[in-house]
T-cell receptor
Framework: GEDVEQSLFLSVREGDSSVINCTYTDSSSTYLYWYKQEPGAGLQLLTYIFSNMDMKQDQRLTVLLNKKDKHLSLRIADTQTGDSAIYFCAVHVAGNMLTFGGGTRLMVKP | DGGITQSPKYLFRKEGQNVTLSCEQNLNHDAMYWYRQDPGQGLRLIYYSQIVNDFQKGDIAEGYSVSREKKESFPLTVTSAQKNPTAFYLC???????????FGPGTRLTVL
C-alpha cells in the first residue's frame, strides 16, 4: 500500500519562510493534500494539488509537486506565530482512501 | 452551516466502562471515518463506512465498535476490551471513500 513520510519537527523564526516536506511511494497518486491541526482541534484542509500540476499558490501557501521524485512540499511565506501547528500531508490513489503522513510539528519563534 | 460535529469535546470514564462518542454530519456525505490520535502521533484508522448499514475495520479496530444506521451519524463505542483507550478521537467524512476528507473538532477521552 501507499506509504507517506514526513519529518517530525520544524522550527523557524517569525517572518521567515517555512518548507514542510512529504514523500510518498505510489506513483499513481491523483490528489495530494495538506491539512493543518492546531492544538486540541481537528484537521483543517489547507490546500490540495492534482497530480498533473507542478505548483499551486494560494496567498502565503505554495505547494510544489515533484512526481518523478514522489515529493510534495508546502511553503509558508512570512511565517507567523499563528502558523504554529501540526501539518499533515495526505495522498489519494484511485480506488483507495486517503493515506496520511505522520505529521510535521511547526514551531514559530517570535 | 454545514459541517461535522463531535460530542462531547472532553469525556472522562472509569476503567472497564463502555463509552460512546458521537459524530454527526450534515454534508450529505456517504463515507465516514474514525481515527485515533495519541500525543505526538499521526492518525490511525479505527473504522470506516462507505455507505449506510455498512462499515469496515481499519488498522486498529480491536476494542472498538461502530454502527451506521443513518447517513448523518457514525457513533463509535470504546469498549472495556480496548486496553489503552485514553486518546484524542477524530471523526471525518467525505463524499465518497476516495474523496477529500473533512474533520470534526475531535473528542478527548480520558479513562481514569
Amino acid at each position: 500500500g501507499e506509504d507517506v513520510e514526513q519529518s517530525l519537527f520544524l522550527s523557524v523564526r517569525e517572518g521567515d519562510s517555512s518548507v514542510i516536506n512529504c514523500t510518498y511511494t505510489d506513483s499513481s497518486s491523483t490528489y495530494l493534500y495538506w491539512y493543518k491541526q492546531e492544538p486540541g482541534a481537528g484537521l483543517q484542509l489547507l490546500t490540495y494539488i492534482f497530480s498533473n500540476m507542478d505548483m499551486k499558490q494560494d496567498q502565503r501557501l505554495t505547494v510544489l509537486l515533484n512526481k518523478k521524485d514522489k515529493h510534495l512540499s508546502l511553503r509558508i511565506a512570512d511565517t507567523q506565530t499563528g502558523d504554529s501547528a501540526i501539518y499533515f500531508c495526505a495522498v489519494h490513489v484511485a480506488g483507495n482512501m486517503l493515506t496520511f503522513g505522520g505529521g510535521t510539528r511547526l514551531m514559530v519563534k517570535p | 452551516d454545514g459541517g461535522i460535529t463531535q460530542s462531547p469535546k472532553y469525556l472522562f470514564r472509569k476503567e472497564g466502562q463502555n463509552v460512546t462518542l458521537s459524530c454527526e454530519q450534515n454534508l450529505n456525505h456517504d463515507a465516514m471515518y474514525w481515527y485515533r490520535q495519541d500525543p505526538g502521533q499521526g492518525l490511525r484508522l479505527i473504522y470506516y463506512s462507505q455507505i449506510v448499514n455498512d462499515f469496515q475495520k481499519g488498522d486498529i479496530a480491536e476494542g472498538y465498535s461502530v454502527s451506521r444506521e443513518k447517513k448523518e451519524s457514525f457513533p463509535l463505542t470504546v469498549t472495556s476490551a480496548q486496553k489503552n483507550p485514553t486518546a484524542f478521537y477524530l471523526c471525518a467524512s467525505s463524499i465518497g471513500s476516495g474523496d477529500t476528507q473533512y474533520f470534526g473538532p475531535g473528542t478527548r477521552l480520558t479513562v481514569l
